[in-house]
Nanobody
Framework: QVQLVESGGGSVQAGGSLALSCTAS????????VAWFRQAPGKEREGVAS???????KYTDSVKGRFTISRDNAKSALYLQMNSLEPEDTAMYYC??????????????????WGQGIQVAVSS
């Protein structure tokens, strides 16, 4: 069982930046595909960004050019750098991981391990 813990959320004005971190309870995430998801009030959870163990990435269209997913295998951590934030980015953000797949994916069903979520609020 892998436990994931997010940190770094908070409130920011539109146009600002936030960096999310997610730390795993295991020695390394090097063999895992990792991802960030978000869920806004009244909406379904959606995939935001994914990073495979080989370094391939996948982003949802609305965040391309603004968000960057990365990882530090030595620290067993993954990150989401969010720039040019918009009010529409307001949501609970979740990190996720799984070692069964080799491709990056924004599908919830691909991930067995999830963090508890962290709030991001962007004001206009």
């Amino acid at each position: 069982q892998v436990q994931l813990v997010e940190s770094g959320g908070g409130s920011v004005q539109a146009g600002g930046s936030l960096a999310l971190s997610c730390t795993a309870s295991i020695y390394t995430l090097s063999s895992f595909t990792v991802a960030w998801f978000r869920q806004a009030p009244g909406k379904e959870r959606e995939g935001v960004a994914s990073l495979s163990d080989s370094g391939r990435t996948k982003y949802t269209d609305s965040v391309k050019g603004r968000f960057t997913i990365s990882r530090d295998n030595a620290k067993s951590a993954l990150y989401l750098q969010m720039n040019s934030l918009e009010p529409e980015d307001t949501a609970m953000y979740y990190c996720a991981a799984d070692d069964r797949w080799v491709d990056p994916s924004l599908l919830e069903l691909r991930y067995r391990f999830w963090g508890q979520g962290i709030q991001v609020a962007v004001s206009s």
